[in-house]
């Protein structure tokens, strides 16, 4: 079954062609095309991503990242048997170009369409590398699910796929913004998880001893919830009463604050809901340390546990993870057509 998958939610315009087999016991995606069009220079200088001009940049990058999806394959839009796109969450004004692009796609070829869920699109992305050899997908489950995006922080306990609850999200800031922001407060461009990243990775290649300097917000609060928001202000704090800090182990120390909380929650969520596997998505979850540590930990006290991982290309915003959701969704029967798919924020 070929999928195209369309992604307009933030600020990357995507298109992804993928070819999925195997029904929902063991799936298969083979990534015949995945392209990724970065508006990061555009809102850069803002220091986040602005709505409106995100929705500009769709509307001009669209049909050129639609053509190059289909640039190098044997076949054309009429010959997709499915289109997928994101219809939640993420700006209004930057979802809206990706869904009429793809309604009017599925209505002139009369192609089926399924809107997608993008948080959810973050845990499918572990997926698209997985090929079948592994256990069974129904086998893994019941899973935790940990998504750190830019937009969302959120531990899900999931059933089976498309069956997710939360159980615990952010109370203010993403963990990929308090990124974003302490990064601005080092002077780092955005967005602001890689330059950090690479930072810490430095500073700890020098054999640089965490000393945790800033706080571990909620770390031993009794749900599963996070807060990002005081620990950027202690960072804030910490710059403003030390300006001669050095700067690279400050974003070390925040980094680990961050990595400690994420992983404490996640490891008590999946003893509590006696879960098979733990499961990682979102932008944040490209960072090195949380990969790395959140495996270790799990290994340690969790052995049994099976630990599930995006490949760092597809951790970020793509629409190749769109397409494969949509994959699961259509084998569990579900149908649409283009009157039924709308913007769901
Ligand atoms: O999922 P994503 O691509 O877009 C959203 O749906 O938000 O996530 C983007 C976020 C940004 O906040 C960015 O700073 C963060 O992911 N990020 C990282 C890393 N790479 C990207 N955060 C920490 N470490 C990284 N290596
Ligand atoms: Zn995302």
Sequence with gaps: MRILGIETSCDDTCAAVVEASGGLARPRFRILSNIVSSQVKVHQKYGGVVPSLAAREHTKNIVPVLKRAFNNLKFKVQDIDLIAVTTHPGLLPALLIGIHSARTLAWYFKKPILGIDHLEAHLVANFLTQPSRQSPVASRFPAIGLIVSGGHTQLVLMKKFGQARIIGETRDDAAGEAFDKVAKMLGLPFPGGPPIAALATKVL?????????????????????FSFSGLKTSVLYF???NPRADKARVATEFQQAVVDTLIAKTLRAAKKYRVKTVMLGGGVAANLELRRQLGERLARESPTTIYQLPSMHFALDNAAMIAATAYFHWMRGERKSWKQIRVRV
């Excluded at 290649?205 to 706080?215: A, H, N």
């Design 205 to 225: 290649d020098t054999g640089y001893e965490v000393r945790r300097i800033f706080p571990r917000p909620m770390i031993d609060s009794k749900d599963f919830d």
């Design 239 to 241: 710059l403003r009463d």
